[in-house]
């Protein structure tokens, strides 16, 4: 005898409420994670490969090597290309790709493009439009100025052929091969990602080279999705770690009065769900208000909290103001280490051995309210424990812990700057 309809809908339900408690907390509570992510707009795919690259050599040695094998379409969008050695070698080969027929789009952000003491002068992008380098602006500084520091494009992402994506925290200057003067060695984070994230990159450029340009670019030769292993870029460095092709990653992107808060509430989400252990690796470490209070929650909940700054800093007055964010947390049980011997630029965070978060975007008001970011979430053991030996490696080898004995010596005019300048957190 069949079961009357009202009686199967309640079997139904039980079956469902009884496989929930199969399942362990951890599960619930990784589930709840992504699906509120996936709420805010974080963009979900399950087929990736990823392989980082701790420094300019490795960056640039890869990227050339893509670029070199181009058919269809080259684009790139930074927060500046500095008019440099390794910026003219790039130019010099993207002039060769675009006379094989290849399509160039090449934007950077004006703001940034005036920050640096190497810009692309007017005279330079003529040279380059004239070589068909189809190089472009985004919102272009003019009269008020400071209503144009706002809402700059701060992301990196290069996107080859729709097959590979580039991103991270460097953007093109050849001080992220050979270092500066000042600082030593210009220690920075970038990635290449193959699978269906490459489609979000490619996205998010090319809706921001529209609203720039007004050319409107689709089609689907340029998403052609998780290519064949016979299709794809050959002599590039391979993911080798077991989950390549299946690492589950999100792309995270912030976009002013698109999606104005994912990125401050991807940090505070991933921090409220730690458990063990949380690193941390962020040049402008200035802090907002909600991300220092969820460190804190997490510290008194008993979460092991690692975090990385420099001694250096490209900004004259952020190292006083990460020495105060430090030192507070500091004295409620955080693990600080000030990296030594150069500028750790790098933006990292990995959370419980399994979750890494990386990207262009600071631990500042200028990435988490103001511009345009992208970070890459990756949901993989192995991805982590890559990221989580580089984090030890300078940990045991390049850094100095925070210490009482440290803190004292440090002179007492720096610790008052702290203390006053770190009212200006809001605004830097």
């Not at 290309?81 to 006379?99: G, P, Q, V």
């Not at 600082?183 to 290449?192: P, Q």
Request: proline residues 4%; hydrophobic residues 40%.
């Amino acid at each position: 005898m069949f079961p009357s309809p009202k009686s199967f809908r309640c079997l139904l339900l039980l079956t469902a409420v009884f496989l929930t408690f199969l399942r362990t907390p951890a599960e619930n509570k990784q589930d709840v994670l992504l699906d509120n992510l996936q709420k805010e707009g974080a963009v979900f795919s399950h087929n990736n490969r990823i392989v980082f690259f701790k420094n300019g050599s490795e960056k640039f040695e890869d990227v050339f090597k893509a670029i070199n094998q181009a058919k269809h379409s080259i684009h790139m969008e930074y927060f500046n290309f500095r008019d440099d050695s390794i910026a003219n070698a790039l130019f010099d080969l993207l002039e060769e790709k675009h006379k094989e027929g290849v399509e160039i789009r090449l934007l950077f952000d004006a703001f940034g493009n005036d920050s640096n003491n190497k810009p692309l002068r007017k005279k330079k992008l003529q040279e380059l439009q004239s070589r068909g380098i189809n190089i472009r602006t985004y919102r272009p500084m003019c009269f008020p100025w400071l209503n144009y520091a706002f809402n700059r494009d701060h992301r990196k992402i290069i996107v080859i052929d729709g097959k590979s994506a580039y991103s991270g925290g460097m953007n093109v200057a050849d001080y992220y091969i050979i270092g500066k003067p000042e600082f030593g060695e210009w220690r920075d984070m970038h990635f290449r990602i193959e699978g269906d994230a490459v489609g979000e990159y490619q996205k998010i450029f090319l809706k921001i080279w529209e609203k720039t340009t007004g050319e409107m670019v689709c089609g689907p030769q340029y998403y052609p999705g998780e290519s064949l292993p016979e299709n794809a870029l050959i002599g590039l460095r391979n993911d080798t770690t077991e989950t390549s092709g299946a690492k589950l990653l999100a792309v995270v992107n912030r976009e002013p009065n698109v999606t104005p808060k994912i990125m401050r509430h991807t940090f505070v989400s991933l921090i409220d769900y730690a458990e063990n252990k949380i690193q941390l690796i962020n040049p402008y470490f200035t802090l907002r208000h909600s991300v220092r209070k969820a460190l804190e929650k997490a510290l008194k909940r008993g979460v092991k909290l690692e975090i990385m700054v420099s001694e250096k800093c490209d900004i004259p007055i952020t190292p006083r103001i990460v020495d105060y964010q430090v030192r507070k947390l500091h004295k409620k049980g955080a693990e600080v280490y000030y990296f030594q011997g150069g500028f750790h630029h790098s933006k990292i965070m990995m959370i419980d051995d399994s979750i890494s978060f990386l990207g262009s975007a600071n631990l500042d008001s200028r990435s988490l309210a103001w511009d345009f970011e992208v970070n890459a979430l990756i949901i993989d053991r192995n991805s982590t424990k890559e990221l989580q030996r580089i984090f030890d490696y300078d940990k045991r080898h390049r850094c100095v812990p925070l210490t009482e004995e440290y803190w004292k010596a440090k002179p007492a005019k720096q610790k008052f700057e702290g203390w006053l300048f770190h009212f200006l957190g809001p605004f830097v």
